[in-house]
């Protein structure tokens, strides 16, 4: 019987080493992975890009914004003081005309004098409409008609003011004109104060303002850090960590998810891909196995094929010389040999026998044989094989008991095949029970079962898959071929059938065969 064209032991070893290598592949490229994440540069960091995106960005904004506030702050601080000193200006103004009028000397010393009462002021001067000189005191202008601040106000009659140099000390002056009762201009006020007195309040905000960025900068740096590390690092680190034990046979994630929402999700996906990599690792070991398993299986039938056909020309040319030794054995046999002789002579007979028992059941194992199954009753070949059995050395020291025999049991079968694969099994039982063996026969849905049950030692578990391979055999040397099974297992092959092997209720080993029901449209063939 051909069996389908099957790939040779060479391409199942290619197919079986072509998922190893692919595993090997993504093996590869998953620790190229790792090692590239693992030598990122610092700055690559998610802390550090964190810190160098938003954090950064906003302390740079929240120190534009402090320097544009102070800016502000500046110019209503400068406002807010030119403001005093035109308040104070005012406030002097006009006794001072009155004293400027009358020639009053006093009441315009008086005045000045006044002056430094009331503000922080660094000096004060008088001058006529000509800008000379009237009365000074403490640090001011001797002379004031280059200045042009001054010239507008004696010019204008309104109040002015610049920053300017006096003595070497850079000072804000303020420039009022002195108006007579009858609206003249008769002369102008300076009043200075020191260009520090205007910035050192400022100055001082400035250094609390920098001091309250600088801390809060670096708190919000160390909020960033360690919450960072608290809520996402520790979990980023974790995962890392999971990424890098994820090694072929060790797919699988066990750790608990934890951290944020998109952090879970990550290990959510990477816990799905563990276990899609663990199937598609046990998957991948799994069709190797079978691969290599067919190999096997394609080398096995390969010899036993090579085995057939050598069986067959053994048998072809050893046939003769067994008959011619048999033949001459017997006319041996009738010269009336002395008694020695005679057991060499029947040592002689065995050994042939033996031999040709040995071709036969090659032959039988491995010969091709025709589809010429008919409707057979299974039951009444059992029945008449047992009837025969009796003369069977290898059987008659056996009890034999049957069971369920008395049915009709149809299948589609070669008898003699039949009968042959039936024979073994019973023969096989009968060497190797102690004294007692049960046939049985049982009906299922779809088949037939006979159970041949043994009271011998039984069959190890380790060598039921194997006893129905040719040459495979339980008993020792010299005391089995290992091809009555193998017999077996062809004929049950060729119909359709299977075999099993198990433990007997009678202590030994319980042999089923399992021969498929007749089906209805064979019957009316």
């Given at each position: 019987m051909s069996s389908p064209p099957s790939p040779s032991?060479?391409?199942?070893?290619?197919?079986?080493?072509?998922?190893?290598?692919?595993?090997?592949?993504?093996?590869?490229?998953?620790?190229?992975?790792?090692?590239?994440?693992?030598?990122?540069?610092?700055f690559r960091s998610l802390r550090l890009t964190l810190l160098l995106s938003i954090v950064v960005p906003l302390i740079i904004a929240s120190g534009v914004a402090i320097y544009l506030g102070l800016a502000a702050v500046e110019r209503n601080l400068n406002q807010r003081l030119q403001e005093d000193l035109e308040l104070v200006a005012r406030a002097v103004s006009g006794p001072l005309s009155q004293a400027m009028s009358e020639g009053d000397d006093i009441v315009m010393g008086e005045s000045l004098e006044s002056i430094f009462r009331i503000g922080r002021v660094y000096g004060a001067s008088v001058f006529d409409a000509r800008g000379e000189l009237v009365a000074t005191l403490g640090v001011a202008?001797?002379?004031?008609?280059?200045?042009?601040?001054?010239?507008?106000?004696?010019?204008?009659?309104?109040?002015?003011?610049?920053?300017?140099?006096v003595n070497g000390v850079s000072v804000f002056s303020q420039f009022t004109p002195l108006v007579a009762d009858d609206g003249r201009i008769q002369g102008l006020l300076q009043i200075t104060r020191k260009r520090s007195d205007f910035h050192r309040l400022l100055a001082s905000s400035r250094i609390w303002a920098v001091s309250i960025w600088s801390m809060l900068s670096?708190?919000?740096?160390?909020?960033?850090?360690?919450?960072?590390?608290?809520?996402v690092g520790r979990h980023v680190n974790r995962l890392l960590v999971i990424m890098e034990r994820m090694t072929p046979g060790r797919w699988r994630v066990l750790?608990?998810?934890?951290?944020?929402?998109?952090?879970?999700?990550?290990?959510?996906?990477?816990?799905?891909?563990?276990?899609?990599?663990?199937?598609?690792?046990?998957?991948?070991?799994?069709?190797?196995?079978?691969?290599?398993?067919?190999?096997?299986r394609l080398e096995y039938q390969e010899k036993v094929a090579m085995i057939g056909r050598v069986a067959g020309g053994v048998a072809h040319e050893l046939g003769a010389p067994l008959n011619v030794i048999q033949g001459r054995s017997a006319i041996l046999r009738r010269g009336g040999l002395a008694e020695v002789q005679q057991r060499h002579l029947d040592d002689i007979d065995h050994q042939v026998s033996r031999m040709t028992r040995i071709i036969q059941q090659l032959l039988d194992c491995f010969r091709h044989v025709p589809d010429s199954r008919r409707p057979t009753d299974l039951a009444a070949v059992l029945r008449g094989l047992l009837n025969r059995l009796g003369d069977d050395a290898r059987c008659c020291a056996t009890a034999i008991t049957t069971q369920g025999l008395?049915?009709?049991?149809?299948?589609?079968?070669?008898?003699?095949?039949?009968?042959l694969a039936c024979l073994n099994v019973i023969r096989n039982a009968c060497q190797a029970a102690r004294g007692r063996v049960e046939v049985s026969l049982w009906e299922h849905e779809d088949c037939w079962e006979v159970c041949v049950d043994d009271d011998g030692d039984g069959i190890a578990p380790d060598h039921r898959n194997q006893v129905f391979e040719p040459f495979f055999?339980?008993?020792?040397?010299?005391?089995?071929t290992g091809l009555g099974l193998a017999v077996v297992g062809s004929v049950l092959k060729e119909h359709g059938g299977r075999a099993a092997v198990?433990?007997?209720?009678?202590?030994?080993?319980?042999?089923?065969?399992?021969?498929?029901?007749?089906v209805k449209s064979q019957e009316d063939q």
């Amino acid at each position: 019987m051909s069996s389908p064209p099957s790939p040779s032991a060479d391409t199942g070893d290619c197919a079986a080493a072509t998922p190893s290598a692919k595993t090997a592949t993504q093996t590869a490229g998953h620790r190229r992975l790792l090692g590239r994440l693992g030598q990122l540069p610092t700055f690559r960091s998610l802390r550090l890009t964190l810190l160098l995106s938003i954090v950064v960005p906003l302390i740079i904004a929240s120190g534009v914004a402090i320097y544009l506030g102070l800016a502000a702050v500046e110019r209503n601080l400068n406002q807010r003081l030119q403001e005093d000193l035109e308040l104070v200006a005012r406030a002097v103004s006009g006794p001072l005309s009155q004293a400027m009028s009358e020639g009053d000397d006093i009441v315009m010393g008086e005045s000045l004098e006044s002056i430094f009462r009331i503000g922080r002021v660094y000096g004060a001067s008088v001058f006529d409409a000509r800008g000379e000189l009237v009365a000074t005191l403490g640090v001011a202008d001797t002379d004031v008609t280059r200045s042009e601040s001054a010239g507008k106000a004696i010019a204008s009659g309104e109040l002015g003011g610049a920053f300017r140099q006096v003595n070497g000390v850079s000072v804000f002056s303020q420039f009022t004109p002195l108006v007579a009762d009858d609206g003249r201009i008769q002369g102008l006020l300076q009043i200075t104060r020191k260009r520090s007195d205007f910035h050192r309040l400022l100055a001082s905000s400035r250094i609390w303002a920098v001091s309250i960025w600088s801390m809060l900068s670096v708190l919000v740096i160390l909020v960033v850090v360690l919450g960072h590390y608290g809520t996402v690092g520790r979990h980023v680190n974790r995962l890392l960590v999971i990424m890098e034990r994820m090694t072929p046979g060790r797919w699988r994630v066990l750790e608990p998810a934890s951290g944020p929402r998109e952090l879970r999700q990550i290990h959510d996906g990477l816990h799905d891909m563990g276990e899609r990599m663990t199937l598609a690792e046990q998957e991948i070991r799994a069709r190797v196995e079978r691969e290599r398993d067919l190999a096997r299986r394609l080398e096995y039938q390969e010899k036993v094929a090579m085995i057939g056909r050598v069986a067959g020309g053994v048998a072809h040319e050893l046939g003769a010389p067994l008959n011619v030794i048999q033949g001459r054995s017997a006319i041996l046999r009738r010269g009336g040999l002395a008694e020695v002789q005679q057991r060499h002579l029947d040592d002689i007979d065995h050994q042939v026998s033996r031999m040709t028992r040995i071709i036969q059941q090659l032959l039988d194992c491995f010969r091709h044989v025709p589809d010429s199954r008919r409707p057979t009753d299974l039951a009444a070949v059992l029945r008449g094989l047992l009837n025969r059995l009796g003369d069977d050395a290898r059987c008659c020291a056996t009890a034999i008991t049957t069971q369920g025999l008395a049915v009709r049991a149809e299948i589609a079968a070669e008898p003699t095949r039949l009968e042959l694969a039936c024979l073994n099994v019973i023969r096989n039982a009968c060497q190797a029970a102690r004294g007692r063996v049960e046939v049985s026969l049982w009906e299922h849905e779809d088949c037939w079962e006979v159970c041949v049950d043994d009271d011998g030692d039984g069959i190890a578990p380790d060598h039921r898959n194997q006893v129905f391979e040719p040459f495979f055999s339980t008993r020792p040397a010299g005391e089995g071929t290992g091809l009555g099974l193998a017999v077996v297992g062809s004929v049950l092959k060729e119909h359709g059938g299977r075999a099993a092997v198990s433990d007997s209720p009678l202590g030994g080993c319980r042999m089923s065969l399992f021969w498929p029901k007749i089906v209805k449209s064979q019957e009316d063939q």
